[in-house]
């Protein structure tokens, strides 16, 4: 009797170490789920890419999923309509939807770059002045968008009437801007990355300035939530916002050379000399802050840029749009 007791015993241990022993019956804890939509993919956003390269999102016990929204009107729609959690672009698009009356608007919560990601290219890149401009015919952006808003505030510091002073296209598709100067049209263009690298390494074009140093300290991109989503869930956001910090503190402590490979999987189109190069740039003018708190005056530099290209009539309240609770908390630790 004894013996059979022993016996069953036995066979209960084993059969409860092998139901933890096989896959999928681990006792790790489940990964929260969480879906990000991103306003483009660019390696102007490296400390994103970093984040998810190094499993810093799985270390804060995320499961984070991106889709490319395409453009910052179809990245905010997915998250007004609930189809992401998360969404990540200009802090315009939630500054137009509080405008709109929305009562669960966006919140800026991280604030990621700190420049304008775009660079003014030239065919003769000799001894560039901004008076050259003056006569001439550039490649901008859409009117309305961000870059054609800071590439017009940017000329406006350097005393260069917009509409009176040189001509500037806006009518060509973004990703087509970079073919179109390259077959001959306008004096410049203003291009982000790739785009501008590519133009110089087939000698058709050279970057002769950085809109992002000339305009300034401009959030040129947040992530964002809705506020019923940052009320039911701070801590998914405050884990989102300690991987995305790790990320910042990767790129701002490590060299060209070692961002791009980490970041490498997620642009296999591109070489990894053209990669090395473009972070360089980027982390040369100082693209990306050293820490994700989203400073009021930044805010109010980015409203003064959108009244200055006719798209806002008066400043929005701050205070409603931008919480900096999660970023700040960070650095407490």
Not at 72 to 81: F, N
Request: with cysteine; net charge negative; charged share 25%.
């Amino acid at each position: 009797m004894k013996r059979k007791i022993l016996c069953m015993f036995l066979c209960c241990i084993l059969i409860f170490s092998m139901v933890f022993t096989i896959p999928g019956c681990s006792r790790e804890p489940k990964l929260t789920k969480v879906n990000l939509t991103e306003v483009a993919h660019s390696i102007f956003y490296a400390p994103m890419y970093v984040a998810f390269e190094n499993g810093y999102f799985e270390e804060e016990g995320l499961d984070v999923s991106l889709t490319n929204g395409l453009g910052a009107d179809k990245t905010m729609t997915a998250l007004l309509s609930g189809d992401c959690d998360i969404g990540f672009m200009g802090s315009e698009a939630s500054i137009y939807v509080y405008k709109e009356g929305a009562s669960d608007y966006a919140v800026n919560f991280a604030q990621l770059t700190q420049r304008a990601g775009n660079f003014l290219v030239a065919r003769d890149g000799d001894s560039f002045q901004w008076e050259q401009l003056k006569g001439k015919t550039i490649i901008g952006g859409r009117q309305g968008g961000m870059p054609e808003m800071v590439l017009e505030y940017v000329l406006k510091k350097k005393g260069i009437d917009p509409q009176k002073d040189l001509t500037i296209i806006k009518n060509i598709d973004f990703g087509m801007t970079a073919e179109a100067f390259a077959s001959g049209k306008g004096d410049y263009t203003v291009e982000f990355e790739p785009a501008a690298y590519s133009l110089e390494k087939e000698e058709k074009g050279t970057v002769v300035a950085s809109i992002g140093v000339e305009s300034g300290n401009v959030p040129y991109t947040a992530f964002m939530a809705k506020q019923s989503y940052l009320t039911k869930h701070p801590a998914t956001i405050q884990a989102f916002t300690n991987a995305l910090q790790k990320g910042m503190d990767y790129v701002n402590s490590h060299s060209p050379e070692e961002i791009a490979q980490v970041i490498a999987p997620q642009f296999d189109e591109t070489e990894s000399e053209a990669l090395v190069a473009i972070v360089k740039r980027y982390q040369d003018q100082d693209t990306w802050k050293d820490n994700l708190v989203y400073e009021e005056d930044s805010f109010t530099l980015l409203e003064d840029i959108l009244k200055n290209g006719g798209e806002l009539d008066e400043n929005v309240p701050y205070e409603d749009l931008v919480t900096t609770e999660f970023a700040k908390k960070v650095l407490k630790k």
